[in-house]
């Protein structure tokens, strides 16, 4: 059961939904829990301010946020059903995923997961990255805040803000979250798919730890750390887990040197 996607089916409105409760706060936004009034189907409503998108010149960031994620069709990405928009705002027509996986992982004791649980997240979520990258879609901004969790406990990708749709394999854009930007981003050289890869080695170490690997008093401190690769694991991180997560940073990145 669903919205349809058929393209004379898609001249959606406001009058088309029934609009609930503010789910969060986004940047340039809100997002509302809604439903489509003639199926009865339950979904999430991005609701962003055109004004501030212009302020910001993000207009061709929004478009391909909305041209990539509509044309995704995977368990473990979120969906896009459709979108519009009036005079003042752009509207996006999402599926409703009840959990954001940040705030699931700060409820835990010691704000960590368990090597089970953190091993089916990540399976999950190289699933959709695969699925991603066989497209050439680079997402640029993996961390728990962008990834969500279903009823049933599955790991869907969301959030595609900072996403490219590239032939080519070298862009040099620096964009993502601090805490999670590779050392190529950081130096100003190009980039290209394996920074996602980057991103799932700082996700499984922060969902087994409790925080970011580079994390740092001052802004100079977490650059050299990362430039470097420098990161403790503690002592409850089994050998298998730190093995992975120094061999995903490999892969990405060669040169990466752990001290």
């Known amino acids: 059961m669903g919205l349809s996607n058929k393209k004379d089916e898609m001249r959606w409105t406001l009058d088309n939904f029934d609009i609930g409760k503010e789910?969060?706060?986004?940047?340039?936004g809100n997002v509302y829990l809604a439903t489509e009034k003639s199926s009865?189907?339950?979904v999430a409503l991005k609701v962003v301010c055109k004004t501030k998108i212009l302020k910001a010149n993000l207009q061709p960031q929004l478009k391909r946020e909305i041209e990539i994620q509509s044309h995704l069709r995977h368990p473990n990405i979120v969906r896009l059903f459709g979108y519009f928009h009036d005079d003042a705002k752009v509207y996006m027509i999402q599926e409703y995923v009840i959990k954001?996986?940040?705030n699931v992982l700060k409820a835990q004791e010691n704000q960590r997961f368990s090597e089970d649980r953190a091993?089916?997240?990540?399976?999950q979520l190289m699933e959709a990255l695969i699925y991603c990258h066989d497209k050439n879609v680079i997402h640029r901004d993996l961390k728990p805040e962008n990834l969500v969790l279903t009823e049933g406990g599955d790991l869907k990708i969301n959030d595609f803000g900072w996403s490219i749709h590239t032939k080519d394999s070298k862009r040099r854009?620096?964009?993502g979250t601090l805490d999670?930007?590779?050392?190529?981003?950081?130096?100003?050289?190009?980039?290209?798919?394996?920074v996602d890869m980057w991103s799932v080695g700082v996700l499984l170490y922060e969902i087994l730890v409790g925080k970011p690997p580079f994390e740092a008093p001052?802004?100079?401190k977490m650059f050299e750390r990362i430039i470097d690769a420098q990161y403790i694991f503690p002592q409850h991180v089994t050998p298998l887990a730190r093995?992975?997560?120094?061999g995903v940073s490999i892969l990405a990145h060669n040169f990466l040197i752990q001290k």
Do not use: R
Not at 23 to 28: A, G, M, N, S, W
Not at 119 to 123: C, T
Not at 181 to 193: A, T, V
């Open 23 to 28: 789910i969060e706060k986004v940047k340039f």
């Open 40 to 42: 009865g189907f339950t």
């Open 100 to 102: 954001k996986l940040y």
């Open 119 to 123: 091993a089916f997240y990540i399976k």
């Open 173 to 175: 854009t620096v964009c």
């Open 180 to 194: 999670y930007l590779p050392p190529e981003m950081m130096s100003g050289n190009s980039h290209d798919k394996s």
């Open 218 to 220: 001052t802004y100079g």
């Open 243 to 246: 093995n992975l997560i120094s």
